[in-house]
Nanobody, 124 residues
Framework: RVLLLESGGGSVQIGASLTLSCVTTGIRYDTYSMAWFRQAPGKEREGVASIDHEGETIYGDSVKGRFTIDRDNAKKLLTLRMNDLQSNDTAIYSC??????????????????WGQGTQVTVSS
């Protein structure tokens, strides 16, 4: 059974930092493309950061320079380091697992499994 479990969300003030984690089971993690998506109330799901099995990364325009995606293949762990959080970063953040040797992408069709999400709230 494939499971993706996110953690690390919370409520923070503008300018703060958070690190989200996603632990996976049931897949050969080191071969899979992975990504973080987010969805704010009333808005469409948005790609935040994605990483392929070789460590190539892409970032959404609104988070470039502030967020960093990383993977630890030995721990089957995906992380998202978020710095200088702003109110428009408030959303539910979900990790997603794509396909073996898939590319880093924000196309939802490129991801087969999704976590339940973790809430991030940024306020003044």
């Amino acid at each position: 059974r494939v499971l993706l479990l996110e953690s690390g969300g919370g409520s923070v003030q503008i300018g703060a930092s958070l690190t989200l984690s996603c632990v996976t089971t049931g897949i050969r993690y080191d071969t899979y493309s992975m990504a973080w998506f987010r969805q704010a109330p009333g808005k469409e799901r948005e790609g935040v950061a994605s990483i392929d099995h070789e460590g190539e990364t892409i970032y959404g325009d609104s988070v470039k320079g502030r967020f960093t995606i990383d993977r630890d293949n030995a721990k089957k762990l995906l992380t998202l380091r978020m710095n200088d959080l702003q109110s428009n970063d408030t959303a539910i953040y979900s990790c997603a697992a794509g396909y073996p040797y898939g590319i880093a992408t924000f196309d939802p069709q490129g991801f087969r499994w999704w976590g339940q999400g973790t809430q991030v709230t940024v306020s003044s």
